[in-house]
C-alpha cells in the first residue's frame, strides 16, 4: 500500500489565472484587503466602546467569525452608548455597510466562472480548452447560487465602496 503525497508543484495553472483576467484578479485581492481592513476597524471600534486592551478585546470579536457579526454587535454597543443623534448618524453607515457586505462576500467566497458564447463552446472538445481570461466572468453566490457578470471595473468599485464605509466608520469614531 503506497502512502499518498501532496504535490510539491501545480501540474496545471491556476484557476485563476485560468479564469479570471489579471486586473479581475487585482481587483479581488482590492477587495481583501480593503474588507480585512474594514473588519479590523469594527474590531477595534468595539474593543474601544467597551473600554478594552486589545488581548481583552480578541476574547470577544474572535469568536464571531462574519465581519456581519461583528457589524451586528458594534451596532447593538452603539444603540446602547450612544444618544438618538448619534446612532442616526451611525446608522446610516452601518446601513452602507450591510449592503456591501453580500457583494464582498460573493467577491470573495463566491465561484468563479468563465463566460463563452454557444459559438465558443460548441468549438472546444472540454472547457479547458476555451478561451482564458476574459474581460467577462461569472461570480457565483455561495448561498444563492444566483449568477452575476462581473468586469475589473465592478469589482474594484466594490472595493472603493468598501474603502468609503471604512473612511465612514473612521471618522465616526474619530468623532465620538
Known amino acids: 500500500m503506497s502512502i499518498p503525497t501532496m504535490r510539491t508543484k501545480p501540474a496545471d495553472p491556476l484557476h485563476a489565472s485560468e479564469v479570471l483576467t489579471v486586473e479581475q484578479q487585482a481587483a479581488i485581492g482590492c477587495v481583501a484587503v480593503e474588507s480585512a481592513r474594514l473588519e479590523h476597524l469594527i474590531m477595534v471600534v468595539i474593543w474601544s466602546l467597551l473600554s478594552l486592551e486589545a488581548s481583552m478585546g480578541r476574547l470577544i470579536t474572535d469568536n464571531i467569525p462574519t465581519i456581519s457579526g461583528k457589524l451586528d ?3 447593538g454597543i452603539v444603540n446602547d452608548k450612544f444618544s438618538t443623534l ?3 448618524e451611525f446608522n446610516v453607515i452601518f446601513q452602507v455597510i450591510k449592503k456591501i457586505i453580500p ?8 465561484q ?3 463566460m463563452h458564447t454557444l ?9 479547458s480548452d476555451g478561451p482564458t481570461g476574459h474581460a467577462l466572468v461569472n461570480s457565483r453566490s455561495r448561498k444563492s447560487n444566483s449568477v ?3 468586469r475589473a471595473e465592478d469589482i474594484m468599485s466594490i472595493a472603493l465602496g468598501i474603502h ?3 473612511s465612514s466608520l473612521y471618522d465616526f ?3 465620538y
Not at 103 to 109: A, D, E, F, K
Request: aromatic share 6%; with cysteine; net charge positive.
Open 164 to 166: 468609503l464605509c471604512y
Open 86 to 88: 448619534n446612532k442616526e
Open 148 to 150: 452575476k457578470s462581473e
Open 73 to 75: 454587535l458594534l451596532h
Open 103 to 110: 457583494r464582498r462576500n460573493t467577491v470573495i467566497h463566491g
Open 112 to 114: 468563479w466562472e468563465r
Open 173 to 175: 469614531s474619530q468623532r
Open 119 to 127: 459559438a465558443q463552446l460548441m468549438k472546444m472538445p472540454t472547457i
